[in-house]
């Protein structure tokens, strides 16, 4: 993969998965792999530095061998949460966010969003499946740290009214929409083995 230099990721892994019985969706086994397995897998060519977002299971994330950062705050307060937690620590300009859930995502599909967010040159850039946006697959500006610590301190969780407060952009993944199926059930993730 070709690298963009200085882009920073995070896996966010810090939900309660409460439609799955609330257990740790990156550390669930699909197809014999844990599901943040896929994700290290896309991720890690395309970026100078990767994070784990956890809020448990701490030792078992840490296995995977990356850093892993924890929420401010122990409320599961959402995914901007992570967003902010791998902001606060990241050494690079761009920060590339993808969730943990998602398996078939591709390294060459998050280069082609980071990709996009450079010549546009957005604040954000945001993946389109053709139909509607999928916020939690995103690359931003590092330097929106204090706009999203403003934004979260007021109390405010929704993504897609954060993003509005800034320059950002849809990128067109409507060729390639199944790099989004995530799994937030057990039904679901026992559809999609079969189907593999």
């Not at 550390?27 to 990767?50: C, G, H, R, S, W």
């Not at 599961?76 to 937690?85: D, M, R």
């Not at 990709?115 to 139909?131: K, L, P």
Request: aromatic content about 10%.
């Amino acid at each position: 993969m070709n690298k963009q230099s200085g882009v920073s990721g995070v896996i966010l892994a810090g939900g309660l998965a409460r439609r799955m019985h609330q257990q740790d969706k990156g550390l669930v086994l699909f197809n014999n792999k844990a599901m943040i397995t896929y994700a290290i897998q896309a991720m890690a060519p395309v970026v100078d530095e990767l994070f784990v977002n956890a809020n448990r299971n701490i030792t078992r994330y840490q296995q995977f061998e990356y850093p892993v950062i924890s929420d401010a705050t122990d409320d599961f307060s959402g995914p901007l949460a992570g967003v902010y937690a791998a902001l606060k620590v990241c050494l690079n300009d761009v920060l590339l966010v993808i969730p943990c859930d998602s398996p078939f995502i591709t390294a060459k599909g998050l280069q082609s969003l980071i990709d996009e967010r450079e010549s546009t040159a957005a604040d954000i850039a945001v993946a389109f499946d053709g139909e509607r946006i999928h916020p939690v697959f995103m690359v931003i500006k590092s330097s929106l740290k204090q706009s999203l610590q403003n934004y979260l301190a007021q109390g405010e969780r929704k993504i897609d009214r954060w993003f509005d407060q800034h320059n950002w952009v849809k990128v067109d993944f409507s060729a390639n929409p199944e790099f989004f199926s995530n799994i937030n059930t057990l039904e679901q993730l026992a559809e999609l083995e079969i189907k593999e």
